[in-house]
């Protein structure tokens, strides 16, 4: 089957055309709450313009929104994918499977600067009727007040950022390809074992990896991954969807996110960030 998402809307309830909210990462749902039947059931009661904020049991991440100093002081409940055991890394799952019992939700409080904090696991990416959509967290904002809740859903992509320790249990568990996003030079001086060089400076220029370089090249590095091989051989899992953890030195470096970039535009789907990078791992 091939993989649709290079076609991709931000998420299955955006349109292709989505209009980008906020910044170039947060889009606006096509699907109100009004019409998202399971969502009424968590939307939390707002009463006395207050919210009680709240996160999963079990977050381990914290994202900051930045919204602008519009929406300053609202409530915002925010809703995402499960995170996807090591068990299953060699699957996409169906968005149903993916967001199950809906535990992966929570109410932030917008500041006066107009930030939210956002405690989560790692959304899982998810795949249906032909598309895969990259991580993501939902969030519906309330009306000016906290007086209720707003019609809106927003969208907003996840490149979640994973720890040291995750980066063992992953290789360990074989399932995802490490890669390193630095020049090549770097690469040879010092990288993380078991990586694959991928440097963002391929892209950009006259002549630039092209996405048949890019999926070539990924199709002889699963010799680094043999479970995750054996996926996309069988075609259980498509090569635009294997799951992939990049890095670069430190974590003010940029490198990843460019690299991110030029992948995501490519169709790669199931990204991760170690941010700490090269440095944090050797410490």
């Known amino acids: 089957m091939p993989n649709k998402t290079k076609k991709k809307q931000p998420c299955r309830t955006c349109d292709h055309e989505s209009k980008k909210m906020f910044n170039d990462e947060i889009f606006q749902s096509r699907v109100k709450v009004s019409n998202y039947r399971v969502i009424h059931k968590h939307l939390p009661e707002l009463k006395d313009g207050k919210c009680k904020e709240s996160s999963p049991n079990d977050a381990n991440k914290t994202l900051k929104l930045d919204l602008g100093t519009t929406y300053k002081s609202r409530c915002l409940f925010y809703f995402a994918a499960k995170s996807k055991p090591h068990a299953q890394c060699d699957k996409i799952n169906h968005p149903d ?46 009306e000016p007040n906290c007086e209720k809740w707003g019609d809106a859903i927003y969208t907003h992509h996840i490149f979640c950022p994973i720890t040291k320790q995750e980066v063992d249990d992953t290789v360990l568990a074989d399932c995802a390809l490490l890669v390193n996003s630095l020049p090549i030079t770097y690469f040879i001086k010092q990288s993380i074992p078991k990586s694959i060089p991928l440097p963002y400076t391929s892209f950009g220029e006259k002549d630039s990896l092209t996405e048949k370089d890019v999926d070539n090249y990924l199709t002889g590095c699963l010799a680094h991954s043999p479970k995750i091989k054996k996926a996309v051989e069988s075609g259980k899992l498509l090569l635009k969807d294997i799951p992939m953890i990049v890095y670069c030195y430190k974590a003010s470096c940029d490198a990843s996110h460019k690299l991110a970039h030029h992948l995501q535009k490519m169709g790669y789907t199931n990204l991760k960030h170690y941010k700490g990078g090269i440095l944090d791992y050797f410490k």
């Open 97 to 142: 499977y993916a967001y199950g019992d809906y535990t992966n939700i929570g109410v932030a409080k917008v500041d006066s600067k107009g930030i939210a904090t956002i405690k989560y696991r790692c959304p899982q990416a998810y795949r249906e009727k032909g598309f895969t959509y990259i991580p993501h967290i939902h969030f519906v904002l309330s």
